[in-house]
């Protein structure tokens, strides 16, 4: 069974600080791609950044960047210099290279304070 | 490029009435998906379609949720008869191939009273 976990369910941050939002998963495959997803009150599902799982080494994209512990099966993201239009809800998720569809977690409520 | 478009953005209905969801996904994505996501979970998916055939639907609760692409474009994601446990967030999503170009609708918030 493929599985997300997000073990904090809300966290808060004051502008311009740095916050890393945790996520594990399980899977019994080798290829996959792991994600973040950002859901504002919009409740659109927007890309912040995708790490391929054959790749040690970590991506990053802008602020954002990911700790990717492949034999953990982990994948955290931090947030450098939070900013207020951060605020939203934070989903990890997979998708298997054979597969179609998405794996998310719980989500993270994430705030920033100004 | 527009993305995917989705309606209504909100509906509510008494149980056991029925709701019908569209979808258009951005153009020339033969791949289209419909998730649900119930209050404090992340998204799952129920149905996946290939242009105007079903790839995945084994996640669908069949008795009351139906789902058809009929030219390969957009689509209607339908419930007869609504549940109580059916409110939730219906979000479409489009790729073109896999996962190039994976993107989702601002959804359909559905409460059932």
């Known amino acids: 069974a493929q599985t997300v976990t997000q073990s904090q369910p809300e966290m808060s941050v004051q502008e311009a600080e740095t916050v890393t939002l945790s996520c594990t998963y399980d899977?019994?495959?080798?290829?996959?791609?792991l994600f973040w997803y950002k859901q504002p009150p919009s409740r659109q599902m927007i890309l912040v950044i995708r790490q391929e799982a054959y790749k040690q080494q970590n991506a990053t994209e802008n602020r954002f960047s990911v700790n990717f512990q492949k034999a953990a099966k982990s994948f955290s993201l931090k947030i450098s210099d939070s900013q207020l239009g951060d605020t939203a809800m934070y989903f990890c998720a997979f998708i298997l290279n054979t597969g179609n569809q998405f794996y998310f977690g719980t989500g993270t409520s994430l705030t920033v304070i100004p | 490029e527009a993305g995917v478009a989705q309606s209504p953005r909100y509906k509510i209905i008494e149980k056991r009435q029925s709701v019908a969801f569209w979808c258009n996904p951005i153009?020339?994505?033969?791949?289209l998906y419909w998730y649900q996501q119930i209050l404090g979970q992340g998204p799952k998916l129920l149905i996946q379609f290939q242009n105007n055939g079903v790839v995945d639907d084994s996640q669908l609760p069949k008795d009351r949720f139906s789902a058809e692409r009929l030219k390969g474009v957009d689509s209607t994601l339908k419930i007869q008869p609504a549940k109580l446990e059916d409110s939730a967030v219906y979000l479409c999503?489009?790729?073109?191939?896999?996962?190039?170009?994976?993107?989702f609708g601002s959804g359909t918030r559905l409460t059932v009273v």
């Open positions: 153009s020339g994505h033969a791949t």
């Open positions: 899977t019994s495959e080798n290829n996959y791609y």
């Open positions: 999503a489009s790729s073109l191939q896999g996962l190039s170009g994976y993107t």
